[in-house]
């Protein structure tokens, strides 16, 4: 395991891949956004930022924090603040850049990761939902160390839970207990279609997408970058309950082939 550490990680990008695992963008009510977004067979639907340092607007804010989300700041005449946890998979990565292009990702250590959205109809784009300033989205304070992202490699058993204690105590099942090889695409089919996105996916104004390659050399050709992979299914009590004051979000990687998983069910019961 390797530790966290955010001071260092304010000077890496973060961005997003959409609709990288099957049902996700119609549970949570964004399929509509992608009408006009192409893609084939299961590929995801883009990639989107959420943190892009040196901006001088809402992406230039530092939205992570292991142990808080902070509820966004209304004003007069907002609708409810609709908050949904996103139970993803977290892989940091070196980047390696030829000019202003990035020609290779090299992963070296993926963990949980809370991609906390704002359900915004009508949102003219992604990042719109997904940072509102600080301890707006959730990171794990200890990421496991892995260069190797094949389906039968070291991740080949992990999997991704997440569950929602509410302000009275009572634990429920938030997200689908999931296998990191159940994304449509892992590994380095994953690594090579990013690349690929960020040298050519540019945004228009009838998508949601934006042009995350240029973002990137703007502030100053990041030398890693934080990838919420995608949001896993979410059980029906997920996918019908937004957070509240009090509430806990509990999103983890664990090794199934390990007594992580007896382990993980104990403190989570327990607190």
């Known amino acids: 395991m390797i530790d966290i550490d955010l001071a260092e990680v304010r000077n890496w990008f973060g961005f997003g891949v959409a609709g990288n695992f099957a049902g996700h963008l119609e549970q949570a009510g964004e399929a509509g956004d992608f009408v006009k977004v192409v893609t084939e067979?299961?590929?995801?639907?883009?990639?989107?930022?959420?943190?892009?340092?040196?901006?001088?607007?809402f992406l230039g804010e530092f939205p992570l924090s292991s142990d808080t989300i902070l509820l966004p700041a209304t004003a007069?005449?907002?609708?409810?603040?609709?908050?949904?946890?996103?139970p993803e998979?977290?892989?940091?990565c070196h980047v390696v850049w030829n000019?202003?292009?990035?020609?290779r990702l090299e992963p070296f250590a993926l963990g949980a990761f809370n991609d906390c959205s704002i359900r915004r109809p009508n949102a003219p784009k992604i990042s719109y939902k997904k940072n509102w300033g600080p301890a707006s989205k959730g990171v794990a304070s200890q990421f496991f160390e892995i260069s190797d992202l094949t389906p039968d490699g070291p991740t080949a058993d992990m999997r991704l839970v997440c569950y929602l204690?509410?302000?009275?105590?009572?634990?429920?099942?938030?997200g689908v207990d999931s296998p990191l090889v159940g994304y449509s695409y892992y590994g380095e089919v994953l690594l090579d279609w990013i690349v690929e996105r960020l040298a050519n996916q540019k945004g228009s104004a009838d998508?949601?997408?934006?042009?995350?390659?240029?973002l990137m050399v703007a502030s100053g050709h990041p030398e890693n970058v934080l990838i919420g992979i995608g949001a896993t299914r979410y059980t029906p009590l997920g996918e019908s309950t937004?957070?509240?004051p009090g509430d806990e979000a509990i999103v983890r990687v664990y090794d199934s082939a390990s007594s992580a998983a007896s382990?993980?069910?104990?403190?989570v019961s327990t607190g």
């Open 242 to 244: 937004y957070l509240k």
């Open 76 to 86: 007069e005449g907002d609708g409810p603040l609709n908050l949904q946890i996103e």
């Open 207 to 214: 998508t949601p997408l934006e042009d995350v390659g240029a």
């Open 89 to 92: 998979v977290g892989v940091a």
């Open 263 to 267: 382990e993980l069910r104990q403190v």
């Open 99 to 103: 000019g202003d292009t990035v020609v």
């Open 41 to 57: 067979g299961y590929a995801p639907k883009g990639i989107f930022p959420w943190y892009a340092p040196g901006r001088d607007d």
């Open 165 to 174: 204690r509410d302000d009275g105590g009572q634990q429920h099942a938030y």
